[in-house]
């Protein structure tokens, strides 16, 4: 699994990383990003296969990102995670309206980030036998 | 009584009992052993359990951190969460303990009852010490039983993992 | 974005109530034990004007918010070496290993406020959606102006000021 991290905060990036690193998911590499716009051109450069955003971001922030996301075909297989501070209603519904599987606010601790990866991971792993 | 808590934990009678006091620590990998602490107030205990290679471990800690008392923190290390974690982590990867399977559980971080209005919160310091310990060490934390009033109890089995925990009158599977 | 007149409207008044800056203590309580195993408890005039004296250099973390038309900042003021702290607990960095760069630390602590800024606004905001800037770290010799709210806290026993302002 590829994972890509959005968010304008190096050390926030970091401590994500940490915790993908110390948990038993499958990762074939992790890439980061500090705004939506850097985002998006990650995800046009690369097959990724996990999206873990913020929302409030200079240049682009993640809500608008995640809308050109869900308008593109090729993104259709991405598994979308927000990590913010806004744990408003508002936010969630939209979240949900852009295919956005877990939003997980901030704080948080590293055995809540663990328990969603491995969540998605065993998800994605169940899909493939499936098939 | 007795009897009947050994049984519930899976105690027979060729099992080996190592009672682990405060700032004390034991490491096991003796299939049958039982590690267990009592009297856990403020003090947090850390357990630590590898499934794959059953060895157990148990930290019994008074306070937080060993620069108030370096003296101290020399003799006897696992009073302090920053210098026992460390400890106890370390002897049970000599036998065996592979961090990334661990499962680990804390017990105890009461608030015991004191003076009126002086809160020193050492229950609560305690639990966010370990933490703070065990992720710095790259540990995760399975469970916790933390917090409240009263005094706890542990037994933790080497040969399953299993820990039970007495809370008052109550036991119950951690 | 849907309008909650009644509840945008209560904004000026909720902002100086009781309420406002309880909730703003449980934010700085929960981000500080939940990301930075840190114990937070509600600071002391006296106390914390003692200690505040004692410390030689500070940060001050600033976010910019705006809802539904309304605007102002929070701003956290954390001790220089409580900053360290921090950034050891968020990070899981070992005393052994190099010190970090004072920008990296700094990005910590906008990050901590970062936090507790969103985290107030969520508990007293109702529901609606807020923008925040990207937080403003500047170090400061001394603890600076009372905004329209202040809340005093110890985050392991280190002087904390948390002042949210409000712009008309």
Same mark, same amino acid.
Request: glycine share 8%.
């Given at each position: ?131 | ?174 | ?7 945008? *409207? $209560? ?9 406002? &800056?309880?909730? =703003? %203590? /449980? @934010? ?42 309304? *605007? $102002? ?9 409580? &900053?360290?702290? =921090? %950034? /050891? @607990? ?79």
């Amino acid at each position: 699994m590829r994972i890509l991290i959005v968010d304008d905060s190096v050390m926030m990036r970091a401590m994500i990383k940490r915790v993908i690193k110390l948990t038993d998911v499958p990762v074939d590499g992790i890439l980061e990003a500090g705004n939506g716009e850097e985002g998006l051109a990650i995800l046009r450069a690369h097959d990724v296969h996990l999206l873990l955003t913020d929302i409030n971001m200079p240049v682009m922030n993640g809500a608008d990102m995640l809308r050109a996301i869900a308008l593109d075909e090729r993104w259709r297989g991405l598994s979308r995670v927000i990590i913010s501070t806004d744990g408003s209603t508002v936010r969630r519904e939209e979240a949900a309206s852009l295919d956005v599987r877990c939003y997980l606010e901030k704080p948080f601790s590293p055995e809540v980030l663990r328990d969603v990866l491995t969540s998605i991971a065993d998800g994605r792993l169940a899909g493939a036998d499936s098939q | 009584m007795r009897s009947t808590l050994d049984a519930a934990v899976g105690i027979v009678p060729a099992t080996r009992r190592h009672v682990v006091g405060i700032g004390e620590w034991a490491v096991s990998s003796r299939a049958g052993d039982v590690l267990m602490t009592h009297g856990l107030g403020s003090c947090v205990a850390v357990c630590l359990f590898d499934p794959h290679t059953t060895v157990a471990g148990l930290l019994h800690f008074l306070l937080p951190e060993a620069r108030i008392n370096p003296d101290r923190a020399r003799l006897q290390p696992a009073v302090f969460a920053d210098t026992g974690i460390p400890l106890l982590l370390s002897a049970a990867a000599q036998q065996g303990l592979v961090r990334r399977r661990a499962i680990v559980k804390l017990v105890g971080g009461a608030e015991m009852v004191g003076p009126p209005d002086v809160t020193f919160n050492t229950g609560r310091r305690n639990v966010l010490a370990a933490r703070n310990l065990l992720w710095r060490n790259g540990v995760f934390v399975a469970r916790q039983d933390v917090g409240g009033t009263a005094a706890r109890t542990l037994h933790l089995s080497v040969t399953t993992g299993r820990l039970l925990v007495f809370n008052q009158d109550a036991c119950k599977e951690l | 974005m849907s309008s909650r007149p009644s509840q945008t *409207a $209560g904004w000026p008044a909720l902002i100086h109530s009781d309420a406002a &800056a309880v909730a =703003l %203590f /449980d @934010a700085v309580r929960s981000v500080a034990e939940r990301s930075f195993f840190s114990v937070a408890e509600p600071g002391h005039d006296d106390v914390f004007h003692l200690e505040a004296r004692r410390v030689p250099q500070w940060f001050t973390a600033t976010v910019q918010f705006e809802q539904d038309g309304l *605007a $102002g900042s929070v701003s956290c003021t954390v001790p220089e070496i409580l &900053a360290r702290t =921090l %950034f /050891d @607990a968020f990070t899981g960095r070992d005393p052994a290993e190099p010190l970090p760069s004072t920008d990296l630390v700094v990005d910590v602590v906008g990050e901590f406020s970062n936090m507790v800024c969103g985290m107030w606004l969520t508990r007293v905001a109702g529901g609606h959606a807020f923008t925040l800037s990207r937080p403003r770290v500047t170090p400061a010799s001394h603890v600076g102006e009372t905004g329209d709210v202040r809340v005093l806290a110890a985050i392991d026993d280190r002087p904390v000021a948390v002042d949210v302002c409000v712009r008309a």
